[in-house]
């Protein structure tokens, strides 16, 4: 299977604080790979590093082929990124949002097509036509996922995607994650949410402090650390 | 530590930030600069004024007139021809060269009032600049005043004897000589005549530069920049849509306000005695033309500093404490060329208003107005060079990381404030 996303030693500093320590992981395409960690474990700086919005300190990351770094606008056109605390402008309605995104990624009735499908993933029903500033958060979240997805990216890099939102929304959202893998989408997601992750995602690597200290899938996984969830799974692995 | 004082401290701290504190501290500097030029103003209006005085006459009445003269004046040429005295009024940067006409006092008796000759030299056109052709137009008052109270206690019978002279002005300025006016008429008109561009200038800048500033701090709460960075589309198409969109919502603000103003400045009705024209101080096409580019040229300026100024803003509110210095950057040439003419100004001064690009359209319509063409282009081609400088240090922090990481921090600082 060809690689959607090679990482080969990367280490990214903040100064002196060093985020992201020799990490090094491939992506296989069509697949769902999480990074799964504590908060500050440099899930969300590899994601904006593949995302083309951080700066390498040292090794190689490339996207289908492509190096984030010498080819940031060539890796643009591939990925969708969705952050995770990420708004909309608040002055425009969802609809609105969407179709600006859009013009972005073509012309005329290629914009309506691609509106239409963030209109479905989204299913805001009538309040799409509503400015993003009367959103609930739950809502937010689906119009930012249906932004994510609605391009029908080769990649979608998304960060914390059920991150805030009630059982119902986040199952809502898992399952059009998983759908867009049928039409063609790699999906790299990072979550704390260990139980999410073992619902969702072929392989999963663990991070602790910068580093990728197990990788495989949840099953696998599972088996070799004797656990009955990927919790137990990541608790055996960092102590 | 009680709680009243656990929650002052925290407030300070919440609101001690580099963003509030830095845009205050250029506030300040620009404020100490403005004060030093009014001490200034304070120190020339002390001195006594340096001027020239050829008196033809030879009776009594013009004595009285010298004798306030003497007193109260540096006379530095007391000789008898124009040119020359004019030559050495030029050269020790005096104010006027007063002429006593022959017969001065026989005319006066005669009741005729008797004639005062002021060749005006002017240096600057702001208000401040006429300051000491003022005094000299006050010791002149003054001598006519002592002539009154000496024909009146002589028991003199003259029907001129409250107003026994009369001036004859020539005000010569950056190398035109208008004949019949003031130099305070001519500031006068000058600066109501190009307040104009420096106001809407200002309100330009302080309208868009807000608008680029808090668009930035709002993409980074709303936490929407991410996401546009990471589309398909030139970080040099971000930025220059960016700054394009804030320059038209600015304008129009800037219009609608200019609107109002020009309504408020009609209704004033003000209207004065001296005609540009009739001096030959009019602006041709060529001219307005070259004020217009550097209005634009200057707006590109301030919107490439704002964006520079943006990219540090965390939110809103620090984006509108960002605005504060380029309000300050706006205002400040404004004040000066209003009060000073860029030609008078100290050094310093001087340095400081040519390096605010803000300030070049400010100037322009003064200086094309005396033909000083040659600074007007120094002054577009400096704020091309600033403009281009400035696009390309943003367009170099949004290729990079720091248009999401930059912010003002001041670690030592903090570590001993906090």
Redesign the interface.
Known sequence: MNKAIEIIDLIKD?GKIRAVDGTSFDVSEGEIFGLIGPNGAGKTTIL?II?????VTSGEVKVFDYDVTKDA?EV??L?????E??????NLTGKSYLTF?AK??GNGKKVSEIVEKGVKIASLEERINDKVDTYSKGMMRRLLVG?ALMIDPKLAILDEPTSGLDVINAQEVRHIIKDSTKRGTTVLLSSHNMLEVEFLCDTIALINEGKIVEEGKPQELKKKYNATNIEEVFIGVVQ | MSDLTNIIMKEMKELLTPSTIIPIILMAFLFGAMGNMMGGIEEELKEKPVIGLINEDSGDLSKIATNILNEHAEIIYEGSNVEEGLEKIKEEEGTALLVISANFSEGIYANNPGEIEVYWIMRGAGVMDSISSGVVDFLIGAAEQEISKALIENDVHSDVVLNPTFKNETTIFKNKEMKGVSPSQISGILVSQSLLVPIIMMMIIMMTGGTVISSMGMEKE???L??L??????RSEIVIGKIAGSAIVGLLMAVIYMVGFGYYMSSLGMSSEVNLADLGLTLGMNDYFLVGVSVFIALLAALSLCMILGTFAENYKSAQMLNLPIVALAVLPMFVIMMKDFDTLPLILKIIIFAIPFSHPMMAMRSLMFDNYLFVLVGIAYIAIFSVVMMWIIVKIFS??RV??AKLSLPKFKRKIL
């Not at chain 1, 995302?51 to 700066?55: E, G, K, N, P, R």
């Open positions: 903040f904006r995302s083309t919005l951080l700066q606008s643009r056109k990925i969708s990124y969705l952050p605390d990420a708004g909309a402008y608040k995104i972005f990624f932004r | 709303n936490k929407t991410e996401t960075l990471t589309l398909p589309v030139k990079t990381e999401l990481t």
